[in-house]
């Protein structure tokens, strides 16, 4: 990840790959990474990864969120390592197993588990039999993966402050749901500024809308990243 840009990681969740490659570009002198996601890499394939890249040597993150069988994700993450991401995403509610299996199928690839959607409430985690505060189950998914070699977590930045207590400092915690000062929240629930979610104990912050969706995706990820 090119240590001179900041360290944000921009949703490139885009309608096709022309908008996504064109963000990229406008992003990418300012941003160390760039995240294309299931929506993007199901409609457009692997392809699209050199295309939103570029040539420009930004890192990817590629957050296919696998959950399957410990051999079928293997399977997947090693399909997947040829296109060198630095982080590929999977569920830790797969099992240690699990993320054991796309650690050792991708070596050169930090996987990044996913602990709790941030999309489930406690009303929908006890549906899927897990009842209790969701900050637990975040705190022993995180410590599962985590254990099971994954080298980085995505969780909120409300959370991020008791993951970094139960992990230590070496493992890499990514943050979604950052909004800048007086920007829009959008769909997201549980929302912190860039500086909020840093000074909490995040190291890459996932920033998409605040930056896509301006008029000048370029000068709005320049905003941001010289605010840090
Ligand atoms: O546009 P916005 O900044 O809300 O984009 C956030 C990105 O982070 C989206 O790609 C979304 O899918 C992803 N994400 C999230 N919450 C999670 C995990 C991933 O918002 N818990």
């Not at 992003?27 to 890499?41: D, H, I, N, S």
Request: proline share 7%; charged share 20%.
């Amino acid at each position: 990840m090119p240590q001179d840009r900041a360290p944000i990681a921009v949703a490139l969740d885009a309608p096709d790959v022309e908008t996504a490659a064109r963000w990229a570009q406008a992003v990418t002198p300012y941003v160390a990474v760039v995240k294309v996601g299931l929506e993007l890499f199901c409609r457009s394939g692997p392809s699209v990864v050199e295309t939103v890249r570029g040539g420009t040597g930004v890192g990817l993150f590629l957050d296919l969120k696998l959950h399957d069988i410990p051999n079928t994700v293997a399977g997947a993450a090693r399909s997947v390592a040829r296109l060198k991401p630095l982080y590929l995403t999977v569920h830790a509610s797969g099992g240690a197993d699990m993320v054991r299996a796309a650690v050792e199928a991708a070596p050169d690839v930090t996987i990044a588990a996913v602990t709790v959607l941030t999309s489930l409430g406690d009303a929908s985690l006890e549906q899927i039999g897990m009842a209790g505060p969701s900050r637990d189950a975040v705190r022993r998914l995180a410590a599962l993966a985590v254990g099971a070699g994954a080298g980085a977590l995505v969780c909120s930045p409300q959370e991020v402050a008791a993951v970094r207590e139960e992990v230590g400092p070496h493992i890499v915690l990514i943050t979604p749901g950052v909004r800048p000062a007086g920007s829009e929240a959008d769909d997201q629930a549980r929302i912190a500024t860039p500086q909020q979610a840093l000074s909490n104990g995040a190291d890459l912050l996932v920033i998409g809308r605040p930056i896509t969706g301006a008029k000048d995706p370029g000068a709005a990820a320049a905003t941001i990243a010289a605010s840090l």
